[in-house]
């Protein structure tokens, strides 16, 4: 499972990156590698199985809990 | 992984590596090209043979034949032409004749100031096309092509006399579009006689055929043929971008042309047109099109290409509008079936077999028992025989090409079904599948390919799988353009008027303009109130 | 320079606007249990309020024409606050596909493929829509055209169909539920569809005629809105009571259908006709994420972002949800609550201060 993770990264690494160094689009390889670095970090802690906080429920407790605004 | 990276590092060294030395080979070859122009003619007609002798080499079919041109004092020279690709009675009866015996020269035209050439050219040779040149490559090329060049002593000009002419097969009827009602002309590997019989169907100054040559080794003649006001200069202009970037040492046959100037090489779906029929090149032509002839090929392109007109033949506007728009219909849901027919039965026998009404699912179950294999093997499998059998019933000289197809029929089809190798319904959807994929040729060969694709899918995901596939083949074929022109274009984008054509034919009549994203020069291409009705009442009364 | 190089007309605007509504006909399941056999009621009264709604934006997009929503952030409330704002908008088009990747998964899953891994079919679903945004909204607007017919004639079609199986006194008594009810399934459904036309102001800047938004808009919005409407009460006429408890009211009542013991299990199709909608809704939430992306980081070309925008979105609905339930009850509850603050507040608060500013005036000329 980790391994096929790595290497799907790998692939979109090598689909894109290639074409942005040839075009030398150097800001779109630093706004790509933000998003690729944090996305690739989500993606392996959930599979090694820790348990990120859910932003939906998050957005749940905020709603219910903290502003008392949901209906019911 | 690390071994990729450096294989691909490795491709993009060798991709720089081959665009240099491309880059080197051409300023090289411009080179050449230049220096070989640079030689000419000289007043010598002994040095200006020894020349051609040394470009023409020993070849067995030129022909060098030296003579004394009959006028008043009697001058030396030589005719020089291909054995094979010339009119021999043209070159007796009209150039060498007249020239040995029958000088016409009079008195005014003696004491004119014109030189030798120009008074042979204009008094003694009885051939069309005659014209003159000084170029030493420029008179070798003509004379490859069929020309017969003379040299005349003391000139250092040389005519090129217009002899060509060579064997070729007449007109036949096609053999890949057979029609039932309509011309049955089709056109031949003589790019003059396909040219001329375009011309024969649209008798107007405003045809153009333009030529050029391709190929520096084949040198084929190409002829863009169009309609001055028709077609969008734009899309000429374009074509001729596209002919001239083709730099090659060959081109052996339409296809060549056809992979060097289409828009998506990558896709499945073909972007440039062809044909092997005349009428359907005028009307294509008549709509705003712009067709592709090659010398040595009876096939001519046609550009822009829509999907839609590989569901339309020429004898759908020869037939009255009902039917044939029934068959349109068909024909549409005929190439459906042949790229969707597996997919479908493997995605219902392996993952939906709650979809199937029970009583056919009893049956099918009970056909199915005993066969080792899943369904999708099983499709992937017969999809690969089916294709096996056609190409060599294909290849094969027809009578053996109807044993294979026996063979294939009884022995494949009916014993691996008896001997429990393959379900009796998987058979069944093969052969509707094949013989569905005959109603569309143009797309045959996409066809085939979606087939497999979409059965992996069905294997994998069943019907979502499907649905992924059509989706991601209807977006390829909305990104698709051919010369500019959306591929898919009267469906996506949309273009209501051009509906009258498209999964219907509307009748003539009523088709009154042409298709908006070709034609859009002069929209227009009939009057209104075409429609044929009885007189009126008035009109009755007053005969 | 703009992003985005294509064109689209307004005629595709209005399929690709009708798509974008007609595609809640399945989310709309989370509003039935609130409003039972009125939720026809609240359908219209959606419909009606998503107008005016659209309207607001509208006039936003009329004020600064040729400019998408991130660039009229940046002008009404300066780089900071305008980027601040943006990038809200930008989390918000994020999390709204990561939401649609996951209810579409959650469909295949219990309708079409029921033992397949949900992370495969969203993977694969969000392949296909990577492959339409990264050629372009041309080509997005182009399929809508074709993909806003199938599901219109399925819907007219199964309800000629069903209409042996109707009763209609299913729909009696009208308004019996508390009117708080009523309002709570209306902005439910304002919530998952007709306010969701905002991401349009992402869009309009590529129409070919730049102030002519209006009437494509509000069109598709009103066209299949009254397709909803009938789907809607197809639903209830067929399943009455059961409408509110089933998974998915649309596909049980198809399911229904039975004609000569052959024309059976239709619902297949609409399944089929849904993806279809599904894919074009969730196309446009994700070209409006990474357009706004690309355009707030002032990229020369969005193309790089689709792909992995895609995975973080997959990536994004898997971390968030855990079940059905819990997607349904922040639908029912939650979301419709916070979402006024980027339908409602923020928009409004724009065009006031654009009004106050004068903005047009400096911008619009040029």
């Known amino acids: 499972m980790l391994l096929l993770l790595i290497s799907a990264f790998l692939g979109v690494a090598l689909y894109e990156v290639p074409s942005l160094i040839r075009n030398k689009y150097w800001r779109e390889l630093v706004v790509f590698s933000v998003f690729f670095s944090f996305t690739f970090m989500l993606a392996l802690l959930q599979t090694l199985g820790f348990q990120i906080p859910s932003p939906a429920i998050g957005v749940d407790y905020l709603v219910e809990d903290i502003l008392h605004i949901n209906y019911r | 992984m690390l071994s990729y990276l450096l294989s691909r590092l490795k491709y993009l060294k060798l991709l720089g590596q081959n665009y240099k030395l491309s880059q080197s080979n051409s300023t090289a070859s411009k080179d050449k090209d230049e220096k070989s122009t640079t030689s000419y003619l000289s007043a010598s007609l002994k040095n200006n043979l020894n020349l051609f002798k040394e470009s023409l080499g020993n070849n067995y079919d030129v022909v060098i034949r030296e003579f004394t041109i009959n006028m008043p004092k009697q001058v030396d020279g030589a005719l020089i032409y291909l054995t094979g690709m010339t009119d021999s009675k043209i070159v007796n009866d009209s150039i060498l004749k007249p020239l040995m015996f029958e000088s016409q020269l009079d008195k005014t035209t003696l004491t004119s100031k014109l030189d030798t050439i120009e008074m042979i050219r204009t008094t003694m040779l009885s051939v069309g096309e005659v014209s003159k040149s000084n170029s030493i490559n420029d008179l070798v090329d003509n004379c490859m092509a069929g020309t017969s060049i003379l040299l005349v002593d003391g000139c250092t000009e040389a005519l090129l006399i217009m002899t060509a002419d060579w064997k070729a097969r007449s007109v036949d009827e096609p053999k890949t579009e057979s029609v039932v009602r309509g011309s049955r002309e089709g056109f031949i590997e003589n790019l003059l006689t396909n040219t001329t019989l375009l011309r024969r169907k649209i008798k107007n100054p405003d045809l153009v055929l333009e030529s050029m040559k391709i190929g520096q080794r084949t040198k084929t003649n190409v002829c863009i043929a169009y309609i001055k006001g028709l077609a969008n200069p734009s899309l000429i202009d374009e074509i001729k971008r596209r002919l001239n970037n083709i730099h090659t040492d060959s081109i052996l046959e339409s296809g060549y042309i056809e992979q060097f100037i289409e828009d998506a090489p990558f896709s499945i779906f073909a972007t440039v047109g062809n044909t092997e029929k005349p009428d359907s090149v005028a009307a294509k032509i008549l709509e705003g099109r712009a067709a592709i002839f090659v010398d040595g090929t009876p096939f001519v392109l046609t550009v822009p290409l829509l999907l839609v007109e590989n569901f339309q033949t020429s004898e759908d506007y020869y037939s009255r509008p009902y039917f044939v728009s029934f068959i349109r219909l068909i024909r549409f849901m005929a190439y459906l079936i042949s790229i969707l027919a597996p997919a479908t039965y493997v995605a219902l026998t392996t993952f939906h077999q709650e979809l199937i009404p029970t009583p056919l699912l009893f049956s099918m179950a009970s056909a199915q028992e005993g066969v080792p294999f899943p369904a999708i093997a099983e499709a992937i499998g017969m999809g690969v025989i089916f294709e096996i059998l056609r190409e060599a019933g294909v290849r094969l000289p027809r009578p053996v090409g109807q044993a294979v197809s026996i063979v294939g029929a009884l022995v494949i089809g009916q014993s691996a079904v008896t001997a429990g190798l393959i379900g009796a319904p998987m058979v069944i959807v093969v052969a509707l599948t094949a013989v569905a994929s005959f109603v569309v040729p143009a797309q045959t060969d996409s066809g085939g390919v979606l087939r497999i694709v979409f059965v992996a899918l069905a294997g994998f995901s069943g019907g979502f799988g499907i649905m992924i596939g059509l989706i991601g083949l209807f977006i390829h074929l909305t990104s698709l353009r051919s010369f500019g022109t959306p591929f898919l274009s009267p469906i996506a984008p949309l273009s209501v008027a051009d509906l009258k054509d498209t999964f219907i034919r509307a009748p003539l009549w009523a088709m009154i303009t042409r298709p908006s994203f070709i034609g859009s020069q002069d929209p227009k291409r009939k009057d209104f109130r075409l429609k044929p009705s009885p007189p009126s009442e008035k009109e009755s009364q007053s005969e | ?366």
Request: charged content about 10%.
């Open chain 3, 1 to 366: 320079m703009r992003l985005e190089k294509g064109v689209i007309s307004s005629l595709q605007l209005f399929f690709l606007v009708n798509c974008f509504i007609q595609g809640a006909l399945l989310p709309l399941t989370f509003a039935y249990p609130i409003s039972k056999h009125d939720t026809w009621l609240a359908v219209i009264a959606a419909m009606i309020i998503g107008s005016v709604i659209a309207l607001v934006y509208i006039s936003l997009a009329n004020l600064f024409p040729g400019k998408n929503f991130v660039q009229i952030n940046d002008l009404i409330y300066g780089p900071y606050l305008g980027k601040f704002i943006s990038s809200q908008y930008s989390l918000f088009f994020l999390i709204t596909l990561s939401g649609y990747l996951w209810f579409i998964g959650d469909f295949v899953l219990t309708f079409i493929m029921p033992e397949t891994p949900m992370s495969f079919i969203m993977i694969m679903f969000a392949f296909v829509c990577a492959w339409a945004v990264r050629q372009g909204i041309e080509v997005i607007a182009r399929m809508s055209v074709v993909f806003a017919f199938i599901p219109a004639i399925i819907v007219f079609i199964t309800s000629a169909m069903l209409l042996k199986e109707m009763k209609f006194t299913n729909f009696l008594p009208v308004l019996e539920i508390p009117i708080r009810d009523l309002i709570q399934s209306t902005h439910i459904i304002t919530h998952i569809s007709f306010s969701q036309v905002l991401v349009f102001l992402m869009i309009i800047p590529s129409l070919n005629e730049q102030r002519r938004a209006k009437k494509p808009i509000l069109l598709g919005m009103i066209s299949a809105g009254l397709i909803l409407v009938i789907g809607t009460l197809r639903n209830i006429a067929t399943l009455g009571p059961l409408s509110p408890v089933v998974t998915s009211p649309s596909m049980e009542a198809v399911r229904l259908i039975d004609i000569g013991k052959i024309l059976t299990r239709l619902e297949i199709f609409v399944a089929m006709a849904q993806i279809l909608l599904l894919f074009t809704i969730s196309c446009i939430f994700y070209y409006a994420a990474v357009l706004s992306i690309a355009q707030m980081t002032k990229l020369r070309t969005y193309q790089p972002l689709v792909v992995i925008i895609g995975v973080l979105s997959i990536v994004l609905a898997l971390i968030s949800y855990q079940s059905r339930m819990q997607l349904s009850y922040s639908i029912m509850y939650n979301t419709p609550i916070i979402s006024l603050h980027f339908y409602l507040v923020l928009p409004f608060m724009s065009l006031i201060v654009a009004k106050l500013r004068k903005l047009p005036q400096n911008n619009g000329r040029n």
